[in-house]
């Protein structure tokens, strides 16, 4: 037991993931994976490790092949990862290899081997697995490190989860916005953009709340044991929350509720009237296309009768001049 205390005491407690890994990531997979619907990429992770947190600044992929019918057989290759490391020290010293990343989208049963291959370069590397395609509500990453349990005598490893955040520097943040901003699509109004912000942060508090009452239901069962720390945050969490049974909010919230519907409502009747105008200026341009096309119609039929006619008074003539000619 004090080994495996010592052991978990060595281990990180959190892992932030900057954003330049993520979108590296991403282009990773698009590159090699995109096309496929089984396949995964998987890189390297460099950072630095301090007081228990990994901090994940930069990455690089890594060459890796994997049989879908048997995880057993794959592929890493492993000297390109040196080269590709003794490149990046020389860039900058000060990072190092902390572990690997994966797109999963779920861990794997050849994952444990493939981090004992990086045990080589790290002695605690962690597994970060990026959902690129955005399946879950929440971040897209999820952190784990192996470690190392005994049952019935047995020793072997399996991946402890561990809790992940998603932090910048400032000039990651600017370099994130004007990316945003490129790609942002410009035929989605804000509006539309914002109410999609709400929908994604509801799916994911209920997801948070639906973990807080699985613990909190195993707690009571007696299935995992108390934590106070843990009932603290959540009776922190609770004595946050707003009373919202006293009269001065009620009203405060129906004021604003109806603020918000009267100018839906107007919104509404300027959008209906505006169509409207339109709708009247396109039938009376189309019933002035259609007169000025009849009086077209007009114009050539007069203009073909006169020509009729004057070739009708020609013809006449001449025949009138032909006959006194003839009885001579």
Known sequence: DTMAQSSNSSLPNLVVVHPLVLLSTVDHYNRVAKDAAKKRVVGVLLGSVSKGV????????VPFEEDEKNPRIWFLDHNYHESMWAMFKKVNARERVVGWYSTGPK?????????EVFRRYCPEPVLVVVDVQLQEAGIPTKAYVSVQEVQD??????FQHLPSAIEALEAEEVGVEHL???VKDT???????QIDDKATSLKSLITRLKEM????????EGKLPLNHNILGLVQQ??????????????KAFNIQTNDNMLAVYVSSLI????ALHNLINNKLEYRRLEDMEADEDKAKAASSTAAAADDKKEKDAKEKKDTPAKHA
């Open 54 to 61: 990994v901090d994940v600044t930069n990455s690089y992929a």
């Open 107 to 115: 861990i794997k049963q050849n994952d444990l081997e493939i981090n």
């Open 153 to 158: 005598d047995i020793s072997a490893r399996r």
């Open 180 to 182: 945003l901003r490129d």
């Open 187 to 193: 035929n989605i109004s804000t509006l539309t953009t």
């Open 213 to 220: 009452h699985t613990y909190l239901s195993n707690v009571a």
């Open 237 to 250: 969490m609770f004595n946050l929350m707003p009373n919202l049974n006293q009269e001065h909010i009620i």
């Open 271 to 274: 959008r209906s009237v505006i």
